[in-house]
């Protein structure tokens, strides 16, 4: 029961980061250029494109 409990607390914790980090780098560039870019998007899926690759054909470890 603990361990599910720590796990769940960790995913959530890992998933809270990935949005805080692409909201800080859609903040920062709103703030600078005063304009929505909307190619964050677009790399953050070409980076879980890549990683789901390395993990799913290349046999990678998924915590690397």
């Known amino acids: 029961m603990f361990l599910e409990i720590a796990q769940h607390t960790v995913n959530g914790l890992i998933l809270g980061s990935t949005y805080a980090l692409i909201a800080i780098g859609l903040t920062t560039i709103f703030g600078v250029l005063g304009v929505i870019n909307l190619a964050h998007g677009e790399f953050y ?4 494109l890549v990683g789901f690759y390395l993990v799913k054909a290349a046999g990678l470890n998924y915590f690397l």
């Open 45 to 48: 899926m070409l980076g879980s």
